[in-house]
C-alpha cells in the first residue's frame, strides 16, 4: 500500500525537485572554453607553479594536438587514453582529445605502480585507439593494440606544425566526452561514458547555483585525474573565465604550503574531500590563521560530519559560501549540494541539500514508491545529469532503469546504493550506504573488488574484505582470508600480490587469517561474524628485529603512539603498520620537534623503513640541520642586505611582467576624527 497521498506524492516527486534550467544543448563542453579564449585571450587559464598559460595559449595548443589527432583517426566516439602527470599539458591533452571530436580515458600516474594490470584492463575495456603520454610514464603503461603517441618526444615537431586555429570535430552534445572507470564488485572495474550533454549540464548547474561567474577568479585543482571531480575542477573553471591552480600532491599533503599556494595565487574556489579540509582547518585553528579570503569552498566525495562543518565555519570569513555537494560518476560528479547551517542531524552527517538544475532526486522503497518526508528509503538520481551507462552493457540493469516519474520518453534514473530522507524543507538528509561500496579518505572503494583479487591467489580459499574503524572517522580496510589445504600465503606473498592489481589505496591495511570463514544459514559470509581485528599488535611480512640505536628506539616510540602498534622493529614499513598520507604528516612533525633536524615530508615516503629513516635523520644531523640557530644580529645597512627566498622571487617577477606588483595592494580610507599625534607616532614606530 502507498505510504504517502496523492498531494505528498506530488511534493515528493515534483515540488521538491522543480530546478528547471534552460541552456544552449547543441552545444560541446570545449564550447564554453572557446567562448572565453575569444572574450580574453591574454587572461591567465593555468598556473603551474612558476608556469603561467594564458587562455589563447592553452587553446593554441589543443588545437594544434586536436588536429594532429585527427589525422591519426580520432573523431567522435573513439576514445583516447591519457596518462600524464598533472601540469598545463595535461589540461591541453585533455582539450585537445574533446576538440578532435573523441573522448578521452583518464590513467592516473599516481596510482599506475603495482596497477599495470587494471591499467591494462581499463585500455581494453575502453577499446582505446590510442594512449598519450610523456618518456617517462610510456614504459609503465602496456597498451594492447592501441597506438602508444609519445607526446614530449617523437610526436613534438609534427603537433607543432599543424594550425592552432579552432577546429571543428564534429562532435555533439550526445557523444562521449570521457570514460572514468571505477571500483566494481564484480571485481573488474566499471568504465562510465559521460557525453557532454551531461557535463554541460553539470556545468551550467554549477554557474547558477554556485554563481561562478561573479564569485570564482580562481580556482583550486586538487583531485586526482581519475576522479571525476578533476573533469568538475577543470569545466568550472575554464568554462567560466577563471585561473585553473594546479596543486601537486605533494603541496596537498603539507597544509602550511596549501596556505601558501592558494595565498599567492589569490584562490577563491576550491573543492575539497572531507579529510584534507579537515587537516587545513586543524592548521589554521593551531596557527591562528584564516581562510577568509576564499569565496566558494565545496566539500564533496565524501560524507562530510556536522563537527567538521561547524569547526571549518570558523576558519571562513563571512562572505565565504561554505557548500556540501553530493554526487556520483554516474550522474556526471554533483547531483545536489547544500549550503547553511546545520546545528545536528540523526545521522551525524551534514545534509546533501536539493537537487541541481535539471537533476530530480528520490527516496524510494524497495518497491520503487515514494517513501514519507522523514522516511528513510533509497536514493535514485534522474535528469540530465545520468550518464549514458556502463561501457559493458551487462552492468547497466543493476543501476540505470527507467524513471516511472516522468512522461518523457527515454527518461532513466540511477539506482545509487544510498540511505537517505527528504526534510520537510526539500533538502535531503545522506544516512549512509545501503550496500556494501565505502569510501575511505576519498577513494570510492568496493571491498568485493579486492575479494575477487583475492580469492584468485592460489593458496586462498576464501575472502573477505570489510571496513573497520580503528578510531574515530578513521576507516581502514580489514581482509579475512582462508587459506587452502596445503599451505597458506605469507602477509608479504599476499601484499604484493594485490599490489600486483590494484592500486596502493586498495591495499588491505590488516590481513586476519582464520581456519574458515563464518557463513550464514544460506550459505553467504557471515560479515557480523568476523572477529574484530587487534590494531595493537603490529603486522609485519618479516622476523622482528628490535630497535639498535637510540635514533631507531625514539623513531619507534613516536611510531608505536601515532599508529596505536607495538613493538615497532627496524625492519617495519610505516605504511604497512597503518599509516596514511595524513599521519605521515604527523610524524614529520614529531620528528622534527624530537631530533631537531628539518625533516622534508617526502623522506618518510622514500624511506618508510624505521631503520632507513634512522639513517636519514642521522644524516641530517650530521649535517648541521639543527634548531639551535644563531640569535638574529643586527647588520649593517651601508651595503645591500641579502634577500629571502620570498624577495627573491618578488624581484623576479616584477622583471618579468609590467605594471604594478600583484602582491602589493594600494588601498586609500578616510579617518575622520580627533588625529592622536603621539598614538600615530606609536604605532609607526612599534610598525618599524
Known sequence: MPLVDEDERQTLLFAFNDARLEFQRERCVYDLFESRVQQSPDAVAIVDGARHWTYGELNRR?????????????????????????????????????????????????????????????????????????????????VGTAELLILDSDATDSIRSESGDDVDGGATAENLAYVLYTSGSTGRPKGVMVTHGNLLNAYYGWEKEYHLLSHVRAHLQMASFGFDVFAGDLVRALGSGAKLVICRREILLDPEEL?????????????????????????????GQSLDFMRLVVVGSDAWYV????????????????????????TTIDSSFFEGEVE??????????????????????????????????ELYIGGEGVARGYVCADLNAARFMPDPFVAETGARMCRTGDRARWRPDGQVEFLGRADDQVKIRGFR????????????????????VVVRER???????????????????????????????????????????LAALPLTSSGKVDRRALPAPDWSVAQREGEFVAPRTPVEQQLASIWSELLSVEPVGAHDNFFDLGGNSLLA?????????????????????TAPILEELAERVVALQAAGRLPELPPIQPVARDAPVPLSYGQEALWVISRLQAGPSPYALFPAARVKGPLNVHALERALNELL
Open 307 to 330: 563537527a567538521d562543518h561547524q569547526r571549518a565555519r570558523r576558519v571562513f570569513g563571512p562572505a565565504t559560501r561554505l557548500i556540501n555537494s553530493y554526487g556520483l560518476t554516474e
Open 471 to 513: 578510531g574515530p572517522g578513521e576507516a581502514q580496510l580489514v581482509a579475512y582470508t582462508a587459506a587452502r589445504e596445503g599451505g597458506s600465503p605469507t602477509l608479504a606473498e599476499m601484499r604484493h600480490f594485490l599490489r600486483q592489481r590494484l592500486p596502493e589505496y586498495m591495499i588491505p591495511t590488516m590481513f586476519v587469517t
Open 62 to 142: 589543443a588545437n594544434q594536438l586536436a588536429r594532429y589527432l585527427q589525422r591519426q583517426g580520432v573523431g567522435p566516439e573513439v576514445r583516447v587514453g591519457i596518462c600524464l602527470e598533472r601540469s598545463p599539458e595535461l589540461v591541453m591533452a585533455v582539450l585537445g582529445v574533446l576538440k578532435a571530436g573523441g573522448a578521452y580515458v583518464p590513467l592516473d600516474p599516481a596510482y599506475l605502480q603495482g596497477a599495470e594490470e587494471r591499467a591494462k584492463f581499463v585500455l581494453q575495456d575502453a577499446q582505446a585507439a590510442l594512449v598519450l603520454t610523456e618518456s617517462t610514464l610510456s614504459r609503465a603503461i602496456d
Open 445 to 464: 572503494i568496493e571491498p568485493g573488488e579486492v575479494e575477487q583479487v583475492l580469492r584468485e591467489h592460489p593458496l586462498l580459499a576464501e575472502a573477505a
Open 344 to 377: 545536528s542531524t540523526t545521522s551525524g552527517l551534514v545534509p546533501i541539500g536539493r537537487p541541481f538544475p535539471n537533476v530530480r532526486l528520490y527516496v524510494l522503497d524497495d518497491g520503487l514508491q515514494p517513501t514519507p518526508i522523514g522516511v528513510p528509503g
Open 585 to 605: 604528516l604527523r610524524l614529520a612533525s614529531r620528528v622534527r620537534n624530537t631530533f631537531s633536524i628539518d625533516l622534508p615530508l617526502v623522506t618518510l615516503f
Open 259 to 287: 596556505l601558501c599556494l592558494m595565498r599567492r595565487e589569490q584562490v577563491d574556489g576550491a573543492e575539497f574531500v572531507p579529510v584534507v579540509l579537515r587537516t587545513l582547518v586543524q592548521h589554521l585553528e593551531d596557527t
